[in-house]
């Protein structure tokens, strides 16, 4: 093999080593891999900005708003309420044949806003309690589960102890893996007759 000098001077074949590259190789270089490419602080801050696009933020506005919707219904419906019983005591309404037991008069719209109000109240009170229920059942279930993964374990840690044993000589105590074959069989053969 020819020895080459860095320098490129010598018997080499002209193949330059260590030298700097010719323009146009860098250029296409470059064009190849699409031009100069970033600076370290430009790269940086287009990191560092954001889009502004972020699903969860949106979701969580959208959810806001929502709810702000539904709040704002609600004390509109408190505030035509408290206005409407105020109203019978400042302009009468024309006579009606709904009159109570005491005499006062109260329209039907008076009355159904009333139990409107309460029947949400009720219905609210009612879901929560369905809703505590199920949440308290699958307490109950997730820890009768884990009861039984816990039960489970330390049987087969059990099991595995004896599986292990040895005797004095270094020998398996095949009393206890005769009786887990024998399980395992009873167990088995169980399975198939409940099946049949």
Same mark, same amino acid.
């Given at each position: 093999m020819k020895n080459r000098k860095a320098n490129g001077? /010598?018997?080499g074949d002209g193949i330059e080593i260590g030298g700097p590259k010719p323009?146009?190789?860098k250029k296409n270089n470059m064009k190849r891999l699409g031009g100069s490419g970033l600076s370290l602080q430009a790269f940086a801050n287009a990191?560092?900005?954001?889009?502004g696009y972020n699903p969860a933020l949106i979701k969580q506005r959208r959810e806001f708003y929502k709810n702000a919707k539904y709040v704002k219904k609600y004390k509109r419906s408190l505030k035509q309420q408290s206005q409407g019983n105020d109203a019978p005591s400042a302009i009468k309404p024309p006579e009606d044949e709904n009159e109570?037991?005491? /005499?006062i008069r109260t329209s039907k719209k008076n009355k159904k806003k009333k139990s409107g109000s309460y029947s949400l109240k009720?219905?609210?009170e009612k879901q929560r309690e369905e809703k505590e229920k199920e949440?308290?059942?699958r307490e109950a279930i997730i820890q009768a589960k884990k009861e039984q993964k816990e039960k489970a374990e330390a049987q087969r840690k059990a099991g595995k102890k004896r599986m292990f044993k040895r005797t004095t000589h270094g020998q398996p105590v095949m009393k206890y893996r005769?009786?887990?074959l024998l399980q395992s069989i009873q167990s088995s053969s169980g399975a198939s007759h409940s099946k049949s």
């Open positions: 001077k /010598g018997s323009m146009s190789m990191k560092s900005t954001s889009s109570d037991a005491d /005499g009720e219905l609210y949440r308290m059942e005769i009786q887990n």
